[in-house]
């Protein structure tokens, strides 16, 4: 072990303020677990537009007392030096390991600075903060969640006042802030912070609540999973207050639990997340099973198909997204709806149809929540924005209590979700989609990936030509400069090839468009054939 390490190592324990990660640290150093303090000490969590996300443990590369409190320093300078200090800073926190621990801590340095803080008074999910800026007339809001990650992980999540999470340049110069803290016992803290709860929470769910008419049908028998999160008490109460019937609940996946101890990967998108949810629609003869991630700002949806596996298949985030398109925009909205440019072309389709403006963003909510006008806005990893003027960002409960307003109009019409989705292929075409993913342990094999790309482009991708493609690190007429490839393949295809902003993932997006006259059944079977090569030839030019 170098001086050099060690030395970070010791100066780290004196400032740390946790014993628990004192005595984790403390124990590496004893055991002179060189790899392990190397990897803590190497570099810091970046704070960018994600804000900071990490494994908990002690370091400058981890979650930790240290890190939090010295990114809430940093906000708190920021929020001064723009003179965003008339109205309080609102924070939340999921029921993660130290969520609530790290909380606090934010909220001590920002009455130490002399900004006014909210704390919510006990885990909730991530959107109602993003309400709460908003209701509260709050200048910032953060959430301490890793939201889907794994267990040992936690993160922090930054909102301005407009109720939208941070982009460029307030990215960097929060983390410019950050960095140009002092130690640890120069940062002043208080403890006369306030706290807010039921009042919060309960005018969250009166405006779900006021999102389904008082005519609509009702008559829905629903299975739920919060996946050990913290979603479970506000969707029983948002659905209630809407009218519905309380959904029976996973029994072993309805507390919050930080460890996730059924799940191997607390995401609905990952296989086999959702099989208890599904077990359970199954043995209740429900209509629909639906699930939150961890923090509830995600919505999965299963519902029977008899050609399906077990008899029931998840709604691909692409296919919700499209439902709920239809669904909103067919009132024809005076608005903008929106979607990420690795979301599918339907979307924009369906507006279209109805005379609604339509635009694509970057990837994330913190570029979808920010479009002017938003009427409706998605992205295919299951986030869903359904109610933008209360919260410009994706909200799994709101989403939850749409989806489940849809799917009882369908049944009082004698139709399932699948009618609907059928109704769309025929309309506008079937547009499927699928993910190629490569998680990495070294992070340079995603570079690696893309640089191969860019050196040697495909030409053809299955069946498709490869009409164009779109180096987005350059940016684009409408879009900023962002790490990904984007190829326009001939007869409406197309792939979007980037690196994971929250996981050591190449991502790359892919979609083709399959005409439709009336056997729905037959184009999918050809959408299918026609992904599986494009994906073959996509890994196999890319080296993935």
Request: hydrophobic share 45%.
């Amino acid at each position: 072990m170098t001086d050099d390490l060690k030395g970070a190592a010791e100066a780290w324990l004196r400032e740390d303020p946790d014993p628990d990660t004192r005595a984790e640290l403390q124990g590496l150093l004893d055991a002179g677990d060189t790899t392990e303090l190397a990897d803590r000490f190497s570099g810091t969590l970046e704070f960018g537009t994600a804000g900071l996300r990490g494994a908990v443990g002690a370091g400058p590369n981890r979650m930790n007392r240290v890190v939090v409190i010295r990114a809430a320093a940093g906000l708190a300078a920021y929020l001064k030096a723009k003179g965003l200090t008339d109205g309080p800073v609102l924070i939340g926190y999921d029921a993660r390991h130290k969520s609530d621990v790290f909380a606090q801590d934010t909220a001590a340095v920002m009455r130490g600075a002399g900004l006014d803080a909210v704390l919510l008074d006990r885990p909730a999910p991530t959107p109602v903060v993003a309400f709460g800026i908003g209701h509260l007339h709050a200048v910032a809001g953060v959430v301490v969640t890793a939201s889907h990650n794994p267990p040992q992980d936690n993160g922090y999540k930054v909102y301005l006042g407009d109720g939208s999470q941070i982009v460029p340049p307030a990215d960097a110069e929060i983390a410019a802030a950050i960095a140009a803290v002092g130690t640890l016992a120069d940062v002043p803290r208080g403890d006369d912070w306030q706290t807010t709860g039921d009042d919060l929470l309960n005018a969250y769910l009166d405006r779900i609540a006021q999102l389904v008419p008082a005519d609509a049908p009702r008559d829905l028998n629903v299975a739920y999973t919060p996946l050990h999160g913290v979603g479970r008490t506000l969707v029983e109460a948002a659905v209630a207050r809407a009218g519905f019937a309380v959904p029976q609940v996973v029994a072993s996946q309805a507390d919050p639990d930080p460890d996730f101890p059924t799940v191997s990967f607390p995401n609905p998108e990952e296989p086999g997340a959702i099989d208890a949810a599904l077990e359970l629609a199954r043995s209740m003869g429900a209509d629909i099973a639906v699930a939150n991630d961890p923090d509830a700002d995600r919505c999965a949806v299963a519902v029977p198909d008899a050609s399906a596996a077990g008899g029931w298949r998840m709604l691909r985030g692409d296919e919700l997204g499209a439902l709920l398109g239809e669904f909103l925009l067919s009132s024809r909205p005076d608005g903008v709806a929106a979607c990420s440019i690795v979301s599918s072309s339907l979307l924009g389709k369906i507006a279209a149809s109805y005379g609604v403006r339509y635009v694509e963003t970057l990837t994330g909510f913190k570029w979808i929540g920010r479009v002017p006008e938003l009427v409706f806005g998605y992205e295919e990893a299951l986030g869903y924005c359904v109610d933008p003027a209360a919260v410009k960002d994706k909200d799994g409960v709101s989403t939850l209590v749409r989806v489940l307003q849809l799917a009882a109009q369908a049944k009082a019409a004698g139709r399932t979700l699948l009618d609907l989705l059928d109704d769309l292929a025929v309309k506008h075409g079937l547009h499927a989609t699928d993910q190629l993913a490569a998680r990495v342990e070294d992070l340079s094999l995603i570079a690696q990936a893309m640089d191969r790309l860019r050196a040697t482009p495909p030409t053809a991708l299955g069946a498709y030509a490869v009409e164009r493609i779109d180096d987005l690190g350059k940016g684009t007429e409408s879009l900023p400069p962002t790490d990904g490839l984007r190829y326009t393949l001939s007869d409406g295809a197309r792939v979007v090839v980037r690196p994971s902003g929250t996981e050591p993932k190449l991502k790359c997006y892919l979609e083709v468009v399959v005409p439709v006259t009336t056997d729905v059944t037959a184009a999918r079977a050809q959408a299918a054939t026609a992904l599986a090569a494009v994906k073959s030839d996509l890994a196999a030019a890319a080296g993935i």
